[in-house]
Every structure is written in C-alpha cells, then in structure tokens.
C-alpha cells in the first residue's frame, strides 16, 4: 500500500537563550532521529510520555515547524520547501481550548476558515451544515464560541480539521476535554473518515482508544522510537497495552 | 494573493477588534482625549486654524494607537489563541492574511479622524477650516497606503518574536513624534530630523496640512506625494522580502506558537 507519511531519522533541536548579558544557550533535542511511515488508509498512533516528541514531530509533518535533520515527506513532498503542495491536502486538530476564535460563532469560524482553505463559495455552505451536524452544534452554531463549554470548543476544533475534507487528518490529543459523549463521537467519526480511504494520525494518552482505533502504531520516548507494530505486536504476552505500554517506558528510563 | 481570502480576513478582523473593549477605547476614548489635550496645547500658540495640529494631530495619533496596538498587537493574540499557527499553516497566503487583518484595522481605525473632528467641534466650537478638500482626500489616501504598508512591515517582524507587546509599546509614541503628528518635525534637533524624513508617514501628516491651510504651491504638494509614494513603495518591497524570508524563519525558530 502507498506510503502517505515517510520520516526517516527525524530530528528537531530547538536553540533558546536566557539572560541579558552572559546569555545562556539552552539546547533540548525533542525528536532525536526518528523513523516511520504512514499507509494510505491507515489509522496510525504515535504514543508517548509528556514530552517524548509527540507534538514536535506533528507539527513539522503540518508543516509548522522546520526539522533540523532527517526527511519529513507527507504525500511525497518535503514538509519543508514544499508545504505549498501539502496545505490543501491535510488538516490538523489539537487538543485543548485554543485553536479557534471565541469572539466569532461556529459557522462564521468555519466559514473563515473555509475560505482560507480555499473552498469555493457554492461548496462552503452546504459543506460547513453537513459539518455542524455531524460534531454536533448545529443548534448553537450562530452563539459566539466564547460562550461554550470546553467539549464544545473541542468539537467546533474538530469541524474546523475537516472543513476541507483532508486526505490525511493529524490529530494531536484529540480528545483532551470531551465528555465520555463527545470522545466516543470523535471515535466515530475517525472510523467513518477510514471508511472513506482518510488516513489519521493520532496522539492521544488514551490507550484503549489505541486498542481500539490503530491499525500500527509507535511509541516514542526521550525523541527515539523504543517500540513499533500493531497493537497485538507492542501488546505481546502483556494483559494490556497500558501494561505494555508501562514496561517498555520504565525499561528505557531505568 | 485571493480577493475572497483577503475580504473575509478584513470582516473577521473588523468584527474581533471592535468587540474587543481596549479597541475600542483606543478608537473611541483615545482620540477624544487627544484632541483636550493638544487643543490646550495650541490654545494659545497663535494657530487659528485647529484642524491643522488639534484636529488632524489627535486624529493621526488615535490612528497610529489603534494600528499599534491593533495590526502588531494581533499577532500575539493569535499567538496566545492557538490560531495564529492555524492560520499560517492554510493554503491561503499568509502575507495576505496579515494584510487583510491590516486594512480591516486600518480602514475601522479612520474613525479616529472624525471622533477627532466631532469632538473640536462640540467641544470648543473653534474654527476649523479645510481649505483644499480635493488634495485632503488624495493626502488621506496616500496616507492610509503609508499606514497599511509600514503596519504591514511591522506585523511581519513581530512574527519573529515572542516579545511583541513590548515592541508594539515602544513604537507608539516614537513614531507619534518623529512623525509630527502633534507638532511640525522642524522643532525637533537636526539629526532627528534626518530619522523622521524616512519616515513615511511624515509626509503623510505633511500633505495632509497642506491640504487643510490650502495647497497655494500644487508643484510642492506632488513633490511631497512623490516622496510619500516612493517610500511607500521601498517599504512594500522590504515587507514583501521580509514575508519570503520570516516564513520560513519562523519555522526554524518556532515562533508561531507559545509552549
């Protein structure tokens, strides 16, 4: 099957510098030369500590961040020199209450939005109803998004991540925030968007939703890459792969 | 760079400043208190005609304030609101993004000038003559270009730092008098003289007065123009080079977001 994401050693370093004279170079290697690649079609999970390289490694698949060595390809154009050739073809969701404009309503969010992917004006509308009602703020889509609750703002996110319809979804703890509801529709709609040939990738502390919706998955930690397979691969003779998962972390700490 | 991307940035930001209350005291409070405060200034300078530094000054100052703390101030909101790295990552231009943010605040921003103009009048009912409406309007366009442009300049810079509150403090008031928006420039020394003519919006503020006294030296106003143009121009190219550069600078210095 055709390969949508290449990394292969990856590595981003990022240079901060403290005081007013004698400044103080601090160096933090975040992705230290890791290596994977996506399937079209493919629900892929990256696990990992708090600050094992998680969100740096997406963020320089979207495009948002240069990487300092190695090859970063999404649907075979560098995410870096060609992101022209990436930006309609992929969108992004991050966890969290950030990411939209809470003076704006939901539709007009995703109408902006819409506009700045490029989306033709006969299309946006119909597109943005179907969205609306599919995460479910149909009803409250002309309040403006400052007045909703946390797990709405996540849901208006998640309408934005598919506003134009992305050959590949990346999705940064995704589910940070959503009530029991709200994370099992977001499960929902990962698996229909894999009906329809998406490819997702995913970050998520959740490890039974990794059981449930990865097809592979790598698990990172300190920027390396210490396991990678299906979820029966990493899981092995393990009860869980939240047992697994606990193993293979405290054995690469120790 | 696409008319529906640019529009749609511009009726975003007009919607997001105003609903904003520090917006709207710079727009609406600010130039109210300027214009008490440069008309007690020239109350007895011997200028009769208190459109020229009263009206004129308080309004260009507002002006300034609004796209200071508006056009440079923007790029930290969006940084802090997680969108600033949505928006750059969109297939639209992100050059034409700012600058529809830009014009949005600026165009929102010549209230300014009326708020200014309202105030001289219901206040102190002091003459307030336009003696060449023609030239003012062509001077307020060339004017509003300058601003559009020199913001534009500075939102690209300030996507390089995190430190932008900072750096959009410190440009306000230099500006207000390097440029003359308060006084003519030819009280300052000399050698600060030199900084402000290179300055656009000195010429700006320049022309504007012409206008309001009467251009009796129309040779003189379009010499001026010409200067104003031709830096505005400089100042376009310097931004579009800067764009072409900070995007990909950005990217190596992760600036777009805060952790």
């Known amino acids: 099957m055709e390969s949508v994401i290449e990394v292969q050693n990856l590595k981003r370093t990022y240079i901060s510098r403290k005081g007013l004279w004698h400044r103080e170079k601090r160096v933090v290697q975040a992705v230290d030369g890791i290596s994977f690649e996506v399937r079209r079609g493919e629900i892929f999970g990256l696990l990992g500590q708090n600050g094992a390289g998680k ?147 995913l970050t998520t502390h959740n490890l039974a939703e990794v059981e449930e919706l990865c097809d592979r998955l790598i698990i990172i930690n300190k920027g390396k890459v210490v396991a990678r397979g299906t979820p029966a691969e990493i899981r092995g003779d393990m009860e869980s792969l939240e047992d697994a998962y606990v193993k293979l972390i405290e054995g690469v700490s120790a | 760079m696409n008319l529906a991307v ?21 727009l609406i409070a600010n130039p109210i208190l300027n214009t008490i405060l440069l008309y007690e200034m020239y109350r007895n300078a011997g200028e009769e005609n208190f459109m020229a530094y009263v009206v004129l000054g308080a309004g260009l100052m507002g002006l300034w304030g609004c796209i200071c703390f508006s056009s440079a101030g923007d790029i930290n909101r969006e940084r802090y609101s997680g969108t600033l790295a949505l928006i750059f990552a969109t297939p639209a231009s992100f050059p034409g993004i700012i600058l529809g943010k830009i014009i949005g605040n600026t165009l929102i921003s010549l209230l300014t000038l009326g708020i200014s103009l309202l105030t001289a009048v219901v206040l102190y009912q002091v ?133």
Request: with cysteine; net charge positive; aromatic share 8%.
């Open chain 2, 6 to 26: 640019l529009c749609s940035t511009m009726r975003v930001q007009m919607k997001q400043s105003f609903a904003r209350p520090m917006f709207r005291f710079c």
């Open chain 2, 127 to 259: 003459p307030l003559t336009l003696e060449s409406p023609l030239y003012f309007l062509l001077a307020l366009l060339a004017a509003v270009l300058s601003f559009v442009v020199i913001s534009s300049m500075v939102a690209c810079l300030l996507t390089l730092s995190r430190k932008t509150e900072l750096y959009m403090n410190c440009i306000e008031i230099p500006i207000n008098l390097l440029c003359g928006f308060a006084f003519p420039v030819s009280v300052l020394p000399g050698a600060v003289q030199g900084i402000s003519r290179a300055l656009s919006p000195t010429y700006a503020v320049e022309l504007l007065r012409m206008s309001v006294w009467g251009v009796n030296d129309p040779a003189a106003f379009w010499n001026k123009l010409g200067i104003l143009l031709g830096l505005t121009a400089l100042y376009a190219l310097l931004s579009a080079l800067l764009y072409r550069r900070i995007d990909r600078r950005v990217r190596i210095a992760a600036t777009l977001e805060v952790a």
């Open chain 1, 55 to 201: 969100t740096t490694t997406i963020k320089m698949l979207i495009t948002l961040l240069a990487p300092t060595a190695g090859t970063c390809k999404v649907l075979g154009c560098d995410s870096f020199g060609q992101e022209k050739q990436i930006r309609k073809r992929i969108n992004f969701i991050f966890g969290g209450e950030m990411g939209v404009y809470r003076r704006l309503s939901a539709r007009d969010n995703l109408r902006y939005f819409s506009n700045l992917y490029l989306i033709p004006r006969k299309e946006r509308d119909a597109r943005i109803e179907k969205i609306l009602k599919l995460v479910d703020l149909a009803d409250r889509a002309d309040d403006l998004a400052e007045t909703y609750s946390k797990g709405m703002i996540q849901r208006l996110q998640i309408a934005r991540g598919l506003i134009n319809d992305p050959e590949i979804l990346f999705m940064d703890e995704p589910t940070v925030g959503l009530d029991p509801l709200g994370a099992r529709m977001l499960r929902d709609i990962i698996r229909r968007l894999k009906e329809q040939g998406k490819t997702v990738l």
